[in-house]
């Protein structure tokens, strides 16, 4: 069972990227995801959160910039960022409860660079 993040690269300032986590393994189903990230020198901070009946909260930063959402059918949870800033460079990392035949987990992707350039 392991998440795979994906879809981090370069990006100026005001673009947008997707990012995307997907599980695989034995797994029966996503409860609830997060996105967190991590800059150089900082500490990882929460990002976004999506239960799994779909509802949803933002750290102050990217509200109303980022969209966390989830595709229950391909077990993959998602973070839309749009007018991407400089400040918004980082890695980022999923982490998500999942749901299997022998009980819950909860591991973390690899992490994925996002820089945004000024």
């Known amino acids: 069972v392991q998440l795979q993040a994906s879809g981090g690269g370069l990006v100026q300032a005001g673009g947008s990227l997707r990012l995307s986590c997907a599980a695989s393994g034995n797994i029966l189903g996503i409860e609830t995801a997060n996105w967190y990230r991590q800059a150089p020198g900082n500490q990882r901070e929460l990002v976004a959160v999506?239960?799994?009946?779909?509802?949803?909260n933002y750290a102050d930063s990217v509200k109303g910039r980022f969209t966390i959402s989830r595709d229950n059918a391909k077990n993959t949870v998602y973070l839309q960022m749009n007018s991407l800033k400089p400040g918004d460079t980082a890695v980022y990392y999923c982490n998500a409860v999942l749901t299997t035949s022998y009980g819950s987990v909860a591991p973390w992707g690899q992490g994925t660079l996002v820089t945004v350039s000024s």
């Open positions: 999506i239960s799994n009946s779909g509802l949803t």
